[in-house]
């Protein structure tokens, strides 16, 4: 593994992995208090809307799928709000009409060549130095926003009734959450896929969330927790010549199994 | 002095009427006990006071005030607080959840507010556990907290809804105990069903269901013991005493048949 280091994609391939790692850790940690996880796969899903399309009119893919992600967020967000006790359905229809127009756009692009299996199921060793800077970027963002308005955000995951009560704008809280685990998912399909990236965003959270006292500590747990288990899954990946992001998600459900087994806790 | 004032207040959910034409006065320093049946409007016109309800008929006035720029003055502790208990947050911070306006700092909390949290965890005696997970709390403990949330925001009223109902009898009379204390000094207003609590250490009651009675009960001998049969009444009684629509019902002839014969 250390001689791997010679390599450029493998280097991109680390820093990926961590910065990743990190921004799922923290945003899978809102997700995950605030009950969003089936919200979280819907846009997952859909944002292959928007890889259909950035293929289409040759964009990039990053914007392609971040746009059309969080247009999904917003309509997420707004549904939400109007019709909760239909959510459900409708986060199911969004998950398959995404993914629907996805492969409907790919069909319709001319001499078509892309790999789709790079998307659903991730290609971190092909990670570039632009798709390094949007990771970047995205994780500064999340570290300002959780610290910044770390009390709100915890007021309103924590009890959003009372936060309303005490002033707190609900509305732009919940909407701000699912905008940012909507573009964490984007930048984690380039590390696990759409498919598994909801595997990424919990299990982490969810050992996390058994060790912590506090949102911040878990939050922060999770991140370091997803590392471990990308790099690890990487390392598996490498020696074993298996696809990374499933080698991921399975060093991370492993390691679930065992602490399952062997945490006693309350 | 009047706290709130309501006035020719209905109420309706598209065209199911819930609340309709109440009036009610809460002085300072009352304990008042909403009581009435399930799914009689207690709730909503608890949230209609708080301003989580939006109001269409009538008038609702706090403190002389819309409830709405009356936020600050009312500590609500919300029914239930058996949800979330995984949730990672420790005692303080769920009690600093509490605090509103004012200035504060760039990131986390300010000294003040942290000292401030901790009075009011003093208040219901859970100092103690400031630290601790409320996960791990019992409900009556949990309960606590959620008082001493309330209390954060030095209310001029707290209203509290049902705050005993998950919580084992000797945690239901110290919560009690504990809102006569805060009594000396705010005004607190609670829905319940456990009516015979709450009527040991309310003044008055209001029994809501669609419309709203009022009494007077703080001569509890007075109104309760002028049936002839002395000492002791079960809650049906009660209930249908404080569900009538004056007074009348209070006597002895219009005491139900079953009762006269004893």
């Known amino acids: 593994m250390i001689e791997a280091l010679q390599f450029e994609f493998m280097q991109h391939a680390l820093l990926a992995g961590l910065l990743v790692s990190f921004a799922a850790g923290i945003i899978g940690s809102l997700i995950v208090v605030n009950r969003m996880v089936f919200l979280a796969g819907g846009i997952a899903h859909t944002s292959y809307g928007g890889i259909g399309m950035a293929v289409f009119f040759g964009l990039p893919i990053f914007l392609g799928a971040s746009l059309f992600a969080v247009a999904a967020a917003l309509l997420i967000a707004v549904l939400t709000l109007k019709k909760r006790h239909r959510m459900d359905t409708f986060i199911g229809l969004i998950w398959a009409v995404g993914m629907a127009i996805g492969v409907i756009f790919v069909d319709l692009t001319p001499g078509y060549n ?94 996390a969330e058994k060790l912590s006292h506090s949102l911040f500590s878990m939050m922060f747990l999770s991140g370091a927790i997803a590392s471990l288990f990308t790099l690890g899954g990487l390392w598996l990946s490498y020696t074993y010549d298996l696809t990374s992001g499933a080698s991921i998600i399975m060093v991370s459900a492993l390691s679930l199994g065992a602490f399952l087994l062997f945490y006693r806790g309350s | 002095m009047s706290v709130i004032d309501i006035k020719d207040l209905s109420f309706a959910y598209d065209t199911q009427m819930i609340l309709e034409d109440i009036n009610l006065n809460v002085e300072e320093k009352d304990f008042l006990a909403i009581i009435g049946p399930n799914g009689g409007g207690k709730s909503t016109l608890l949230k209609l006071i708080l301003g989580i309800n939006r109001l269409k008929k009538g008038s609702i006035s706090v403190l002389g005030k819309k409830p709405s720029q009356r936020l600050t003055k009312m500590g609500y502790v919300p029914q239930n607080t058996n949800v979330n208990t995984d949730f990672p947050i420790k005692v303080i911070e769920v009690v600093m959840m509490g605090h509103v306006g004012g200035k504060r700092p760039l990131f986390g909390y300010g000294k003040d507010e942290i000292l401030c949290a901790m009075g009011a965890l003093e208040q219901v005696n859970m100092q103690a556990y400031a630290e601790t997970k409320i996960g791990s709390l019992s409900g009556g403990q949990r309960q606590r907290v959620m008082i001493a949330r309330a209390l954060c925001a030095h209310p001029q009223i707290l209203i509290l809804d049902e705050p005993t109902s998950s919580i084992d009898i000797t945690g239901q009379r110290s919560i009690y105990e504990l809102l006569k204390v805060l009594n000396e000094h705010i005004t607190v207003i609670v829905v319940s069903h456990d009516i015979s609590v709450i009527l040991e250490y309310a003044n008055k009651a209001a029994h809501v269901n669609k419309t709203l009675s009022y009494h007077d009960i703080s001569d509890k001998k007075q109104t309760f013991h002028t049936h002839g049969n002395n000492e002791h009444f079960c809650e049906i009684e009660l209930l249908q005493m404080l569900g009538a629509d004056n007074c009348d019902a209070c006597e002895p002839e219009d005491v139900p048949t079953w009762r006269k014969s004893k």
């Open chain 1, 114 to 207: 892309v790999d789709l299996m790079s998307y659903l199921f991730g290609s971190i060793l092909a990670v570039s130095s632009e798709d390094l800077y949007f990771m970047a970027a995205l994780l500064a963002v999340i570290l300002f926003v959780v610290t910044f308005w770390y009390r709100d955000i915890l007021a309103v995951s924590y009890d959003s009734e009372y936060a309303g009560l005490r002033g707190v704008n609900v509305k732009f809280f919940y909407t701000l959450i699912l905008i940012l685990s909507a573009l964490t998912v984007v930048i984690a399909i380039k590390v696990v896929g759409l498919i598994l990236v909801i595997a990424m965003l919990t299990i982490p959270v969810y050992i």
